[in-house]
């Protein structure tokens, strides 16, 4: 079920009036019953991959808990290969297979597996990778075997972050599921206008933008330079709009019953540098390789040139986790790779006092600011872009087209990128909109000092919202960029 | 919890006032609208003495229907009851059942729309029509209900926009209520000149989810209509040619369900009706002239042939 469909509008208030008014003891049963309804308005046969997936993560946990020495290992390294196998048949199978088909031709010799033909199950990448987190923490001792396998079921399928995360652990979520939620009308209030700060994000920015960055990407031969870079750039606020927008409606309706799942995005675009862009994008993914990948690697406790490695095959991996695509490879390796020179940069900087100075004024943190956003946007060409080859095209022809100043912006030339002047007016509003609320955010949360205003000014604020989802909202039921994953 | 019902109560209703009060503040309410015609077409449909011919469908029958020469050939009174696509099937048919005599000749011709992504169910216009014809609500079925639900927003979105940005029908537009004669056939756009409909997609939906409750509906139509000694007939709209070529596989496909499912006589192919470019209007859907003189010579002649024989 998409957030920004009609039946979620009708599903949501109703799950969450029964959840109030049930008995603590049965709460739990109603969420996952609701989880599932909610996972099986895709494909409601997936359902059985996950219950799958929960049996194996349930059995690993106690199992880990009470074995010693190799044993441990053994049983952690058995959960995570079912996890990883049922992830690298759906997701991977059919690029693997592609890959060495080309290789074997390219060999002289024949591979010939027919490729499978199935959909990959909605928002794999995020229950595996949420689910292989309890058996890792299991393992560490940070997180006692859970025994109730229903609790345990709700933890991989809460709703809210069931398809598209944020990836939350264990030890934040499970002892959420046994604590009694009022109703507490601060929360619920507040948990309600996160949500409708996320509708705005998804359906008056994202998928407004959404048709001028799909025309330009499924034709770049059509395109020139100025069209590329528009387009890039609106690719860079639909999904940052896309994802954010879904975490807030994701933490909001959690919120609403009482549950508290982690920040996932904190103003992207205002990070001044690579490293404090990935403490903002994605944090619980972020993390999640962090925790998971880069320090068991090693970390940063390694020689230099090893770290730098595993910094490299964390980005790599990252990638690869977006989707089984030589685009999304080449996008984590650029990242990798912005952050390694960020690294030696920084060690440079800080032998030169004058440079190191020069840090701290403001309008060098601004330059900052916008090369990081320069940076990342041109990495986002490749992770949307349909093909290697069509990002090498619009790579390569980025400075083309730009000789006639006059028509960059004119109306026939966005027409042609399949978005009105109207339209693409009201985008760039509302992005302007957003980066103020974002601005405000540096001086403390924009919601408690909201709630600080007089009442008729705190009304006529959520009626404004309101209104502008109503009014300016696309209400095409397009899909969340990151389901894919 | 109280506190928070009555508030957020209050706060939904401000919103939905609000919506209500944009649409009375556009064209909702017009009475010289295009939409507006609907309140002729059922009087004529009233008003008309049986045996007789009702056309229903969506535009491509207001605009590419000659019904007087219908008349004229076929010695039956006719009715085009043909309006706009987003009113969805259900209703068009639904509104017509009343005034089913013994005798009369139902034609049907839909849009390929209607058969896909519950566009059967009616869209914004059935809101407009459901204002300005209140005897029309009694018609409404639940799926219709749950359509309109869903689609108020992008309906008050899409009234708002056009009154703020001023896409408001132009000044020399054809879509007016005056601009239907006595039989419901559009005939303002006849002496106008046409545009290229060429870059105009046939469906503008990126995926089309088919719907098999269109057929249903139409055998449950027919099955009535038998009930009152009457004949229902099915047939295909005209669009050019370039079009169905670009979707011949989703057209062959419809067409093999409905040959297969649907239970009443279908009048002719799919392809025999796809006409050439030069003879649309300003849509794919929307005979000029020229086209709908075409077109209106092969449905007597369809008909014709059917109210004698068996149709394929």
Same mark, same amino acid.
């Given at each position: 079920?998409?957030?920004?469909?009609?039946?979620?509008?009708?599903?949501?208030?109703?799950?969450?009036?029964?959840?109030?008014?049930?008995?603590?003891?049965?709460?739990?049963?109603?969420?996952?019953?609701?989880?599932? &309804?909610?996972?099986?308005?895709?494909?409601?046969?997936?359902?059985?991959?996950?219950?799958?997936?929960?049996?194996?993560? &349930?059995?690993?946990?106690?199992?880990?808990?009470?074995?010693?020495?190799?044993?441990?290992?053994?049983?952690?390294?058995?959960?995570?290969?079912?996890?990883?196998?049922?992830?690298?048949?759906?997701?991977?199978?059919?690029?693997?297979?592609?890959?060495?088909?080309?290789?074997?031709?390219? $060999?002289?010799?024949?591979?010939?597996?027919?490729?499978?033909?199935?959909?990959?199950?909605?928002?794999?990448?995020?229950?595996?990778?949420?689910?292989?987190?309890?058996?890792?923490?299991? &393992?560490?001792?940070?997180?006692?075997?859970?025994?109730?396998?229903?609790?345990?079921?709700?933890?991989?399928?809460?709703?809210?972050?069931?398809?598209?995360?944020?990836?939350?652990?264990?030890?934040?979520?499970?002892?959420?599921?046994?604590?009694?939620?009022?109703?507490?009308?601060?929360?619920?209030?507040?948990?309600?206008?996160?949500?409708?700060?996320?509708?705005?994000?998804?359906?008056?920015?994202?998928?407004?933008?959404?048709?001028?960055?799909?025309?330009? &990407?499924?034709?770049?031969?059509?395109?020139?330079?100025?069209?590329?870079?528009?387009?890039?750039?609106?690719?860079?606020?639909?999904?940052?709009?896309?994802?954010?927008?879904?975490?807030?409606?994701?933490?909001?309706?959690?919120?609403? @019953?009482?549950?508290? %799942?982690?920040?996932?995005?904190?103003?992207?675009?205002?990070?001044?540098?690579?490293?404090?862009?990935?403490?903002?994008?994605?944090?619980? %993914?972020?993390?999640?390789?962090?925790?998971?990948?880069?320090?068991?690697?090693?970390?940063?406790?390694?020689?230099?040139?090893?770290?730098?490695?595993?910094?490299?095959?964390?980005?790599?991996?990252?990638?690869?986790?977006?989707?089984?695509?030589?685009?999304?490879?080449?996008?984590?390796?650029?990242?990798?790779?912005?952050? *390694?020179?960020?690294?030696?940069?920084?060690?440079?900087?800080?032998?030169?006092?004058?440079?190191?100075?020069?840090?701290?004024?403001?309008?060098?943190?601004?330059?900052?600011?916008?090369?990081?956003?320069?940076?990342?946007?041109?990495?986002?060409?490749?992770?949307?872009?349909?093909?290697?080859?069509?990002? $090498?095209?619009?790579?390569?022809?980025?400075?083309?087209?730009?000789?006639?100043?006059?028509?960059?912006?004119?109306?026939?030339?966005?027409? +042609?990128?399949?978005?009105?002047?109207?339209?693409?007016?009201?985008?760039?509003?509302?992005?302007?909109?957003?980066?103020?609320?974002?601005?405000?955010?540096?001086?403390?949360?924009?919601?408690?000092?909201?709630?600080?205003?007089?009442?008729?000014?705190?009304?006529?604020?959520?009626?404004?919202?309101?209104?502008?989802?109503?009014?300016?909202?696309?209400?095409?039921?397009?899909?969340?960029?990151?389901?894919?994953? | 919890?109280?506190?928070?019902?009555?508030?957020?109560?209050?706060?939904? $209703?401000?919103?939905?006032?609000?919506?209500?009060?944009?649409?009375?503040?556009?064209?909702?309410?017009?009475?010289?609208?295009?939409?507006?015609?609907?309140?002729?077409?059922?009087?004529?449909?009233?008003?008309?003495?049986?045996?007789?011919?009702?056309?229903?469908?969506?535009?491509?029958?207001?605009?590419?229907?000659?019904?007087?020469?219908?008349?004229?050939?076929?010695?039956?009174?006719?009715?085009? @009851?043909?309006?706009?696509?987003?009113?969805?099937?259900?209703?068009?048919?639904? /509104?017509?059942?009343?005034?089913?005599?013994?005798?009369?000749?139902?034609?049907?011709?839909?849009?390929?729309?209607?058969?896909?992504?519950?566009?059967?169910?009616?869209?914004?216009?059935?809101?407009?029509?459901?204002?300005?014809?209140?005897?029309?609500?009694?018609?409404?079925?639940?799926?219709?209900?749950?359509?309109?639900?869903?689609?108020?927003?992008?309906?008050?979105?899409?009234?708002?926009?056009?009154?703020?940005?001023?896409?408001?029908?132009?000044?020399?537009?054809?879509?007016?209520?005056?601009?239907?004669?006595?039989?419901?056939?559009?005939?303002?756009? *006849?002496?106008?000149?046409?545009?290229?409909?060429?870059?105009?997609?046939?469906?503008?939906?990126?995926?089309?989810? +088919?719907?098999?409750?269109?057929?249903?509906?139409?055998?449950?139509?027919?099955?009535?209509?038998?009930?009152?000694?009457?004949?229902?007939?099915?047939?295909?709209?005209?669009?050019?040619?370039?079009?169905?070529?670009?979707?011949?596989?989703?057209?062959?496909?419809?067409?093999?369900?409905?040959?297969?499912? $649907?239970?009443?006589?279908?009048?002719?192919?799919?392809? /025999?009706?796809?006409?050439?470019?030069?003879?649309?209007?300003?849509?794919?859907?929307?005979?000029?002239?020229?086209?709908?003189?075409?077109?209106?010579?092969?449905?007597?002649?369809?008909?014709?042939?059917?109210?004698?024989?068996?149709?394929?």
């Amino acid at each position: 079920m998409l957030f920004n469909s009609f039946q979620f509008f009708v599903f949501f208030p109703i799950v969450t009036l029964i959840y109030f008014l049930l008995p603590h003891r049965f709460r739990w049963v109603w969420l996952l019953v609701a989880s599932s &309804y909610f996972y099986m308005a895709f494909i409601p046969a997936y359902i059985f991959v996950l219950f799958f997936l929960i049996l194996v993560d &349930y059995a690993a946990g106690i199992l880990i808990e009470r074995a010693e020495g190799s044993k441990r290992r053994l049983l952690l390294a058995i959960s995570l290969l079912s996890n990883l196998s049922l992830l690298g048949f759906f997701k991977y199978f059919n690029f693997l297979n592609a890959n060495l088909t080309s290789l074997a031709g390219a $060999l002289g010799s024949v591979h010939s597996l027919q490729p499978l033909n199935f959909l990959l199950p909605i928002g794999l990448s995020f229950h595996t990778f949420q689910s292989m987190s309890y058996t890792i923490e299991v &393992y560490r001792g940070r997180q006692k075997a859970e025994k109730h396998l229903g609790i345990l079921a709700l933890y991989v399928m809460f709703y809210p972050q069931l398809v598209a995360g944020p990836i939350e652990r264990s030890y934040n979520l499970i002892q959420q599921f046994r604590e009694k939620h009022a109703f507490d009308y601060a929360r619920v209030t507040d948990g309600l206008k996160l949500m409708a700060w996320g509708f705005f994000k998804k359906l008056v920015i994202a998928d407004r933008l959404a048709v001028m960055v799909n025309q330009v &990407y499924a034709h770049p031969v059509d395109y020139s330079g100025p069209d590329f870079v528009l387009a890039t750039l609106a690719f860079a606020y639909q999904i940052y709009c896309d994802f954010s927008g879904y975490s807030d409606i994701a933490r909001g309706s959690a919120q609403v @019953m009482g549950f508290r %799942l982690m920040l996932n995005f904190d103003r992207v675009y205002h990070a001044p540098s690579i490293s404090d862009f990935w403490r903002r994008w994605h944090i619980s %993914l972020s993390t999640w390789f962090r925790d998971y990948l880069y320090v068991p690697l090693g970390g940063n406790r390694v020689t230099q040139s090893r770290q730098r490695t595993n910094i490299f095959i964390t980005f790599l991996v990252s990638g690869l986790w977006h989707g089984a695509n030589w685009t999304f490879v080449v996008w984590g390796g650029l990242h990798g790779a912005y952050l *390694l020179i960020e690294n030696w940069l920084r060690a440079q900087t800080r032998r030169q006092p004058r440079l190191d100075a020069l840090a701290k004024n403001r309008a060098f943190y601004l330059l900052r600011v916008v090369t990081v956003f320069a940076l990342v946007s041109f990495a986002w060409i490749f992770f949307r872009a349909n093909s290697i080859s069509d990002a $090498l095209y619009i790579v390569s022809h980025l400075l083309v087209g730009w000789d006639n100043p006059a028509i960059i912006l004119s109306r026939a030339r966005i027409e +042609s990128m399949g978005i009105t002047m109207t339209e693409l007016s009201i985008a760039l509003a509302a992005i302007g909109a957003l980066e103020t609320v974002q601005l405000l955010q540096n001086r403390g949360s924009v919601r408690d000092s909201v709630r600080r205003k007089p009442a008729l000014i705190r009304w006529a604020l959520y009626y404004a919202l309101a209104m502008t989802i109503l009014l300016f909202g696309v209400y095409a039921e397009r899909e969340f960029i990151y389901f894919q994953f | 919890m109280a506190r928070f019902v009555t508030k957020f109560s209050f706060f939904l $209703l401000l919103v939905f006032g609000s919506s209500i009060a944009i649409l009375k503040t556009t064209d909702i309410g017009d009475n010289d609208g295009y939409l507006a015609v609907s309140i002729d077409k059922q009087r004529a449909l009233q008003a008309a003495r049986s045996p007789k011919i009702i056309f229903i469908g969506g535009s491509n029958l207001a605009f590419g229907l000659d019904s007087a020469r219908v008349e004229q050939v076929l010695q039956m009174p006719v009715v085009n @009851m043909g309006l706009h696509g987003g009113l969805g099937l259900r209703y068009m048919l639904d /509104e017509v059942k009343p005034f089913v005599r013994a005798g009369d000749m139902i034609v049907v011709i839909p849009e390929y729309q209607q058969f896909y992504n519950r566009l059967m169910d009616g869209e914004g216009p059935l809101i407009d029509v459901l204002y300005l014809y209140p005897n029309a609500r009694a018609y409404l079925e639940p799926p219709q209900l749950n359509q309109l639900l869903k689609k108020f927003p992008e309906y008050v979105q899409k009234k708002f926009q056009s009154f703020v940005f001023g896409v408001i029908q132009r000044q020399d537009s054809v879509y007016y209520r005056k601009a239907f004669n006595a039989y419901g056939d559009m005939v303002a756009h *006849l002496s106008r000149q046409s545009s290229d409909v060429s870059g105009e997609p046939l469906f503008r939906a990126k995926r089309l989810d +088919s719907d098999a409750d269109a057929i249903l509906v139409l055998n449950e139509f027919a099955a009535f209509v038998r009930t009152r000694e009457a004949r229902a007939f099915f047939d295909f709209p005209s669009i050019p040619q370039a079009h169905f070529r670009a979707n011949a596989a989703i057209i062959q496909d419809l067409d093999r369900r409905l040959t297969r499912e $649907l239970q009443m006589p279908i009048l002719s192919r799919p392809e /025999e009706n796809a006409l050439p470019l030069n003879l649309f209007y300003d849509s794919v859907y929307h005979l000029n002239a020229q086209g709908r003189t075409i077109r209106t010579e092969k449905i007597i002649s369809d008909v014709a042939r059917a109210s004698i024989a068996r149709t394929r």
